[in-house]
């Protein structure tokens, strides 16, 4: 294996916000921050986004099938434009942290602070060392071999020792030897029993990403697995669609969830058992359909795809198929606007930024391909209510800014880490560059 350097940039900037017509500047504390709700969320588009801004729709909003006709939109994706900035609420900081990646998809914070990144196009794995300060040293290459479209990692055993790295390829998992502090993988990868269906790059399904996480006390392993298809229910989708259970060597597979199309990205919330999935629904039946969606793992539960959506909501595609299955399709706990690619997700389990971020989900979203007004292409928060740990059903803007007036895209947000000095960090596979964003305070 070799160890590849790559150009590292730090951009000093001031604290950067959306100053809206009032001329105000958007803050945290704002009391009348823009909400878009109901109907209005389900329609927004790109133009309406800005930091702090809140959606809220819930199942009664949803559209008709077919209400607006489907559609290929596919961005256009450009090099970052002179003078173009993410922008973020008051207070905080967004600043480049890393760039010149083959494909920066997954990141994952290491106990001594390292981050690790896949790039699944190049299956290489690499490792940036931050010399303190949100200022990278360089990045090398973990490991460049045994890997097949690699995307989510995760250490093993959960805690401050792992003593390997774990691997979902798209066509099952593989671990490395690893201790505290390791930049190149100690042996070579050692592949698991954990049988998944291998996906292909396809424009509404062919899913290819599988995301790994481990429970709080070890003894389990769940990995997702992305549906085959856009909507189909032939035998190419016996195993998938589904977020398995395994043992930590790869044996025991089950089922830990079924119906859900494509789980992109799955975590354990800290403190808790509960496992949160962000999710990404079909397509073809309009603007506003189907939303995605953020929301904790039912065990044994059925999420409908791809008869139904949403709770009993039956797909046309399919009508008259498993009635048996309509009272059984639970309805998620954050609904997306539709089309938004909702990607990874983490929790805030930092110390740096304010008290009342501490618990909540941060998710990238890619954006749209398939929607006549582009949606997503930023970093949301989802709030909890602080006393029930239950989220409140919205989620908020929190970094916005990658879309041209003119409609093109120059940053894809995918993957999503808390750093150890408590900054956030996020990939985007558009221009390949790591992005950082602290808080600097009031």
């Known amino acids: 294996m070799s160890h590849t350097f790559f150009r590292t940039s730090v951009i000093a900037l001031v604290s950067l916000s959306v100053v809206p017509a009032n001329g105000r500047a958007a803050s945290e504390s704002e009391p009348d921050r823009k ?16 930091p702090g801004v809140r959606h809220k729709f819930t199942v009664n909003d949803l559209p008709p099938p077919y209400q607006t006709e489907s559609v290929t939109n596919h961005p256009r994706v450009v090099t970052r434009p002179k003078g173009a900035q993410p922008q973020v609420p008051a207070g905080f900081k967004i600043e480049e942290y890393a760039s010149g990646f083959d494909d920066p998809r997954y990141l994952l914070t290491a106990p001594n602070g390292d981050i690790f990144v896949t790039e699944s196009d190049a299956n290489s794995i690499k490792v940036l060392r931050d010399k303190g300060g949100g200022k990278v ?66 424009q509404g399904g062919g899913h290819w990403t599988r995301d790994i996480a481990f429970s709080p006390d070890g003894r389990r392993m769940f990995v997702s697995i992305g549906s085959a298809s856009n909507v189909s229910d032939d035998s190419a989708e016996a195993n998938r669609a589904r977020i398995f259970e395994f043992n930590p060597d790869g044996t025991g597979q089950k089922v830990f969830a079924w119906g859900i199309r494509n789980a992109v990205g799955i975590k354990f919330r800290p403190g808790t058992e509960d496992l949160w999935m962000s999710t990404n629904e ?66 805030y389990d930092g ?30 928060r989802v709030p909890f209510d602080k006393g029930g740990g239950k989220p409140r059903g919205d989620y908020e803007d929190f970094v916005t800014g990658f879309v041209t007036p003119e409609g093109n895209v120059w940053g894809r947000p995918v993957g999503i880490t808390v750093a150890n000095d408590g900054s956030l960090l996020f990939s985007e596979d558009g221009n390949k560059t790591i992005w950082r964003v602290s808080y600097l305070g009031k």
Request: hydrophobic share 40%.
């Open 35 to 50: 909400s878009l709700t109901g109907t209005a969320a389900v329609a927004a588009d790109w133009t309406q986004d800005a």
């Open 137 to 202: 040293e360089a990045a090398v290459v973990f490991a460049d071999r045994g890997l097949k479209d690699p995307f989510g990692i995760a250490f093993y055993p959960p805690g401050p020792e792992p003593q390997f790295l774990y691997v979902a390829n798209t066509n099952g998992v593989v671990r490395f030897p690893y201790r505290n502090g390791d930049t190149k993988a100690r042996g070579p990868s050692e592949k698991l029993g954990a049988q998944l269906s291998a996906g292909g790059l396809l």
């Open 282 to 347: 079909r397509d073809a039946l309009g603007d506003g359909l189907v939303p995605d969606y953020i929301s904790r793992v039912q065990p044994g539960g059925f999420y409908g795809w791809p008869w139904f959506y949403i709770g009993n909501h039956q797909d046309p595609r399919h009508k008259g198929k498993h009635a048996e299955l309509a009272d059984k399709v639970l309805v998620p706990d954050v609904l997306v606007q539709s089309h938004s690619a909702t990607l990874n997700l983490c929790f």
């Open 351 to 380: 110390q740096q930024f304010p008290a009342e971020y501490k618990g909540d989900i941060f998710a990238a979203f890619h954006g749209s391909w398939n929607k006549a007004r582009r949606t997503g292409y930023k970093i949301v």
